[in-house]
């Protein structure tokens, strides 16, 4: 089980880094902490700054690794 979870948690990793600079379509959930939450078509959670409100879908970068996701802009 161990090595299954580290498995998952290397190709996630590597998900997210692949993701680094990208546009991606992210579907925003809620608003925590200063930042915008929600999750890529690639199921990466993304932590944004700008504008934005919960159900709607926007651009978004990702600019650095953070928590179990990304934390970019909207763009």
């Known amino acids: 089980m161990a090595r299954a979870l580290a498995a998952a948690e290397a190709a996630a990793r590597s998900a997210r880094r692949a993701a680094l600079e ?3 379509e992210v579907l925003v959930e ?3 902490d200063g930042l915008w939450r929600g999750y890529s078509s690639q199921y990466i959670r993304y932590y944004l700054d700008g504008a934005a409100s919960p159900g709607t879908l ?3 970068v990702g600019s650095e690794e953070h928590e179990d996701g990304l934390k ?3 763009v």
């Open 22 to 24: 990208h546009v991606a």
């Open 30 to 32: 809620e608003r925590r």
């Open 58 to 60: 926007v651009r978004a």
């Open 72 to 74: 970019g802009r909207v």
